[in-house]
């Protein structure tokens, strides 16, 4: 009888820890996706920051840096741990409103790669507004009605001084009644694509993840320790690089580290997988960057937890980041923990929720049993 009741209370365990875990993948999809629908690009991060602070539990001390970072404090004073990742991304904005309504764009920052402007062409696009997000499409002409040469001209050579947004006005004065104002943000709209194997799709889904992936840990109930001081932060303003001589850094990044001095820094960041030998994998577990080829304490630590879990890694050795290099100097350490990604940068980047989920796991384990290593 007690062998039965001990074996009847062991599948009862078993059950709950399963269901557990399916709960908790079941709740950080849930906040990518609330978080996927929130457009957010350098200069424009306050409506992906004011729904971060709306998720966070409401004992938690928010604080800010002055360019739009949100950051809580998960145990102690700020110190020794700072977990911090990106809350913009690349994206464009309105530069001009043309007599006849049309609206003209620009990039608030150097694009990542050299074709990132020529994805516009025909694509609808969603004009971030005061009032409210302005549907819209990049006019694009019918190409089978132009010469060879013409077509080669504006697609090949497409730019955004070519580029024209359609929201159906007929002049300035209709375009800006709608609340459409110079330096508003223009996203892809928000389209997720569930796709099989359990990966999703769409435009900046790696950035909106990871910053999901924060937003649970820092949400969520905490066991054990973290040894110390941990700070959890989304920064804003990353993409543009702080003053300086040489590699430089990220300005939001360099801000964090001036205000809050972190003795290591854990960088959460996205990295394009499936390119070539020696690249990282999708469904091949979180990539752990750094600039070294020696092993630091920090990622002997990731590696130690991450085989105490179970949970596969990727290890690359590639320069510091600009949001990594503000903490590149000693005594500060600091190692990139990054999502794979493929097709960075476009608007079909696929993430593997497999990857998402140990991604989460390998932080959460960080700062309850290993940040006090």
Request: aromatic fraction near 4%.
């Given at each position: 009888?007690?062998?039965r009741v001990a074996?009847?209370?062991?599948?009862i365990t078993a059950v709950a820890c399963v269901a557990a875990a399916a709960a908790g993948?079941?709740?950080?999809?849930?906040?990518?996706?609330?978080?996927?629908?929130?457009?957010?690009?350098t200069g424009n991060e306050h409506e992906l920051a004011a729904k971060i602070r709306g998720l966070l539990p409401k004992t938690l001390a928010i604080e800010e840096d002055g360019l739009g970072t949100v950051a809580v404090r998960l145990s102690g004073s700020a110190g020794p741990v700072l977990v911090l990742a990106a809350l913009d991304g690349y994206g464009h904005m309105v530069s001009g409103i043309t007599p006849d309504g049309y609206l003209t764009v620009d990039r608030p920052v150097a694009p990542p790669h050299a074709r990132f402007d020529a994805y516009l062409l025909g694509q609808p696009v969603v004009v971030t507004t005061a009032k409210g997000p302005v549907r819209g499409v990049v006019s694009q002409p019918a190409l089978h009605l132009l010469?060879?040469?013409r077509r080669k001209s504006l697609v090949d050579g497409f730019s955004l001084e070519t580029a024209f947004?359609?929201?159906?006005?007929?002049s300035d004065k209709e375009a800006r009644a709608k609340g459409v104002e110079l330096l508003d943000a223009v996203t892809y709209p928000a389209v997720l694509t569930e796709l099989a194997g359990g990966q999703w799709a769409g435009p900046s889904l790696g950035l909106k993840a990871v910053a999901a992936v924060l937003v649970d840990i820092a949400a969520g109930p905490r066991s054990g320790s973290a040894g110390g001081e941990a700070m959890v932060a989304w920064a804003a303003q990353t993409k543009f690089a702080a003053r300086g001589r040489g590699a430089r850094p990220a300005l939001g990044a360099a801000r964090a580290k001036t205000k809050w001095q972190p003795q290591r820094a854990v960088i959460v960041d996205v990295v394009a997988a499936g390119k070539g030998d020696g690249a990282p994998v999708p469904g091949g577990g979180p990539v752990l960057i750094q600039a070294k080829a020696e092993p630091s304490s920090l990622l002997q630590a990731f590696i130690k937890l991450a085989a105490e879990a179970k949970i596969p890694v990727q290890s690359v050795t590639a320069a510091d980041s600009p949001l990594a290099l503000p903490f590149a100097a000693a005594p500060s350490e600091v190692l990139t923990v990054a999502l794979p990604v493929r097709f960075l940068n476009t608007p079909s980047e696929i993430v593997d929720l497999e990857d998402l989920q140990a991604l989460r796991d390998l932080l959460a384990a960080f700062l309850t049993k290993g940040a006090g290593r």
């Amino acid at each position: 009888m007690a062998h039965r009741v001990a074996r009847t209370l062991g599948m009862i365990t078993a059950v709950a820890c399963v269901a557990a875990a399916a709960a908790g993948a079941a709740d950080l999809r849930t906040l990518t996706k609330e978080l996927f629908a929130v457009p957010s690009t350098t200069g424009n991060e306050h409506e992906l920051a004011a729904k971060i602070r709306g998720l966070l539990p409401k004992t938690l001390a928010i604080e800010e840096d002055g360019l739009g970072t949100v950051a809580v404090r998960l145990s102690g004073s700020a110190g020794p741990v700072l977990v911090l990742a990106a809350l913009d991304g690349y994206g464009h904005m309105v530069s001009g409103i043309t007599p006849d309504g049309y609206l003209t764009v620009d990039r608030p920052v150097a694009p990542p790669h050299a074709r990132f402007d020529a994805y516009l062409l025909g694509q609808p696009v969603v004009v971030t507004t005061a009032k409210g997000p302005v549907r819209g499409v990049v006019s694009q002409p019918a190409l089978h009605l132009l010469t060879q040469e013409r077509r080669k001209s504006l697609v090949d050579g497409f730019s955004l001084e070519t580029a024209f947004i359609d929201i159906a006005v007929r002049s300035d004065k209709e375009a800006r009644a709608k609340g459409v104002e110079l330096l508003d943000a223009v996203t892809y709209p928000a389209v997720l694509t569930e796709l099989a194997g359990g990966q999703w799709a769409g435009p900046s889904l790696g950035l909106k993840a990871v910053a999901a992936v924060l937003v649970d840990i820092a949400a969520g109930p905490r066991s054990g320790s973290a040894g110390g001081e941990a700070m959890v932060a989304w920064a804003a303003q990353t993409k543009f690089a702080a003053r300086g001589r040489g590699a430089r850094p990220a300005l939001g990044a360099a801000r964090a580290k001036t205000k809050w001095q972190p003795q290591r820094a854990v960088i959460v960041d996205v990295v394009a997988a499936g390119k070539g030998d020696g690249a990282p994998v999708p469904g091949g577990g979180p990539v752990l960057i750094q600039a070294k080829a020696e092993p630091s304490s920090l990622l002997q630590a990731f590696i130690k937890l991450a085989a105490e879990a179970k949970i596969p890694v990727q290890s690359v050795t590639a320069a510091d980041s600009p949001l990594a290099l503000p903490f590149a100097a000693a005594p500060s350490e600091v190692l990139t923990v990054a999502l794979p990604v493929r097709f960075l940068n476009t608007p079909s980047e696929i993430v593997d929720l497999e990857d998402l989920q140990a991604l989460r796991d390998l932080l959460a384990a960080f700062l309850t049993k290993g940040a006090g290593r």
